[in-house]
C-alpha cells in the first residue's frame, strides 16, 4: 500500500496534508511514514519467517531516533558503523543483543564502547582490525563476538561508489583469505568467532549478486564447522534496491525465496541490515520554489532546498522523482535547482518537471533513505525539520536548526 497519495487533490503522507504540514513547519522538511516503515520491515519478516532471523535496519540510511525507535518496537535490531550511531541506536532503544558493527575505520574507542555494552557481533573488516579487536577486548574482559566481512568479489551491478565486494572496494577481507585469519582469530584470547558476514553494495536490482556471493560464503561457513568453528550466524548484509525511477527491484519475498534457497539448510540464525528498502520509500523531502528564471539555454526552478539537504543527486547523479504538492498542472522541461554556490547543486537536471511557478510546493520522492543522514550545513544553512506521520497525526522529530545551532560548539579562542 502507498502511504504518499494525493487526497482531494493534495499530496498526503498518509492522511496529513503536506500542505499543511508545509504550512505549520515551514520548508523544507522531511516527512516520514510510519506506515511505511513498519510495512517494509514486516515483509522481510515474512519473507524470513521460516529461518531464525534477526532484522537489523541499517542506522546510517535514516538515524533519526523517533525511525529507530518506531522499527525497534517493532523487533528491528540494528546495523551500524560507528559510536555515534551505536548511541543513536541504544538511545532510541535497541536491544544491544541485536546490534551488530561493521565498517572498516573501527576507533579504539568506538570499539570498547560497543564491547562495554554488549553488542551482538563485530563485523570485523581486516586482520589488524582483528589484533585491535582481541587486545581491547582483554583490557575489557570480555570475549569479544566476531564475524569477518567477507569479500566475495561480486559485482553488485550497481553505481561504483555503493559497490563494495569487489576486490578493488576497500571493505572486507577476501574471501580466499578469510579461512586464514579465522584460524588466526582463533588462537586469540579474546576472540569468539561466531559469525561470517557479507555486504556487496546498495540499490542492487537483481538477484543473481546476492546469490552468487552467498554461494562462496556457505562454501566457506562449511569449510569453518569441518575445522571446529561454530558459526551460528550469518549476515547477509542489505542493498536491496528499491524503484526510484522506472527500476523493478525485486520484493522482500523473491529476495528471501533466493537467499534462503542458497543458505536455508545451514542452520545459521541469518542476519539482515536492510536500510535503503526500509526507508527509501518511507520519506519525500517538501521544498518551495523560490524563483523561476529563465536562464539563457535553460529554464530553472530555484528552491529553498538543495545539495546540502539531499546530495543523491550531487554525487550518485541520482534520480528522485519530483510530485507537486497541489496535483495537477502543466509539465515543463527545467532543471530544479537549489540555492548552494555550486554548479553541481541540482535535485533534477533537464527534466520534464511540474511546470511550478513562485511560492509553489513540490516532493522530492524517495527520500527517507540517504537524505537527512548524507545533509550537511554547507553554505551555513541550518539542517531542515523532520516529521514523521501515523495515520491522521503528525509529530516534529528533529526540529529545524537555528542559526544558533549552526555555531554551537564553535570558539574564538583569545590568545590566538
Ligand atoms: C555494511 C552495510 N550494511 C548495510 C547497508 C545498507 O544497505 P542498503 O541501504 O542498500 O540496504 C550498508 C550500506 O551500504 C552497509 O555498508
Given at each position: 500500500m502507498h502511504?504518499?497519495?494525493?487526497?482531494?487533490?493534495?499530496?498526503s503522507c498518509e492522511q496529513v496534508s503536506l500542505a499543511k504540514i508545509a504550512d505549520e513547519v515551514g520548508t523544507p522538511f522531511y516527512c516520514y511514514s510510519s506506515a511505511t516503515f513498519l510495512q517494509h520491515l514486516e515483509a522481510y519478516k515474512k519473507a524470513f519467517s521460516g529461518v531464525d532471523s534477526i532484522i537489523c535496519y541499517s542506522v546510517k540510511c535514516n538515524g533519526n531516533l523517533a525511525v529507530l525507535n518506531t522499527l525497534s518496537k517493532a523487533g528491528a535490531g540494528a546495523d551500524i558503523v560507528s559510536g555515534g550511531e551505536l548511541f543513536r541506536a541504544l538511545k532510541a532503544g535497541v536491544q544491544p543483543g541485536k546490534?551488530?558493527?561493521?565498517?572498516?575505520?573501527?576507533?579504539?574507542?568506538?570499539?570498547r564502547y560497543a564491547l562495554e555494552v554488549g553488542i551482538l557481533m563485530f563485523n570485523v573488516e581486516s586482520p589488524i582490525e582483528m589484533i585491535t579487536l582481541n587486545r581491547i577486548a582483554g583490557e575489557v574482559g570480555v570475549k569479544a563476538p566476531v564475524a569477518i566481512r567477507v569479500n566475495p568479489d561480486v559485482d553488485p551491478r550497481t553505481h561504483a561508489y555503493i559497490s563494495t565486494g569487489m576486490k578493488k572496494n576497500k571493505f572486507g577481507i577476501a574471501i580466499e583469505r578469510a579461512l586464514v585469519e579465522y584460524r588466526a582469530a582463533s588462537e586469540m584470547g579474546n576472540i569468539e568467532a561466531i559469525g561470517v558476514d557479507c555486504h556487496i553494495g546498495s540499490q542492487i536490482t537483481e538477484l543473481e549478486p546476492f546469490a552468487d556471493a552467498l554461494v562462496k560464503v556457505k562454501r566457506l561457513i562449511r569449510t569453518l564447522r569441518e575445522e571446529g568453528q561454530d558459526i551460528k550466524y550469518l549476515d547477509i548484509g542489505g542493498g536491496l534496491g528499491i524503484s526510484y525511477d522506472d527500476e523493478v527491484p525485486p520484493t522482500p519475498m523473491e529476495y528471501g525465496e533466493a537467499i534462503l534457497g542458497v543458505v536455508g539448510d545451514l542452520g545459521c540464525t541469518l542476519i539482515l541490515e536492510p536500510g535503503r528498502s526500509i526507508a527509501g520509500n518511507a520519506g519525500v523531502l517538501v521544498g518551495k520554489v523560490l524563483y523561476t528564471k529563465e536562464g539563457e539555454e535553460k529554464r530553472f526552478l530555484i528552491s529553498d532546498t538543495g545539495m546540502n539537504d539531499i546530495?543523491?543527486?550531487?554525487?550518485?547523479?541520482?534520480?528522485h522523482g519530483i510530485l507537486p504538492v497541489i496535483e495537477g498542472g502543466d509539465l515543463r522541461l527545467a532543471d530544479l535547482v537549489g540555492p548552494i554556490c555550486e554548479s553541481g547543486d541540482f535535485i533534477a537536471k533537464d527534466r520534464v518537471l511540474p511546470a511550478l511557478e513562485q511560492g509553489e510546493l513540490f516532493a522530492v520522492m524517495s527520500s527517507g533513505g540517504y537524505g537527512f543522514t548524507m545533509s550537511s550545513n554547507y553554505n551555513a544553512r541550518p539542517r531542515v525539520a523532520e516529521v514523521m506521520v501515523s495515520g491522521d497525526k503528525y509529530r516534529v522529530?528533529?526540529?529545524?536548526?537555528?542559526?544558533?545551532?549552526?555555531?554551537?560548539?564553535?570558539?574564538?579562542?583569545e590568545d590566538i
Open positions: 502511504h504518499f497519495e494525493y487526497r482531494d487533490g493534495v499530496l546490534i551488530v558493527y561493521s565498517g572498516v575505520g573501527k576507533t579504539p574507542e568506538e570499539i546530495v543523491r543527486p550531487s554525487l550518485y547523479d541520482a534520480f522529530v528533529r526540529r529545524r536548526e537555528s542559526y544558533e545551532d549552526l555555531i554551537s560548539g564553535e570558539i574564538i579562542p
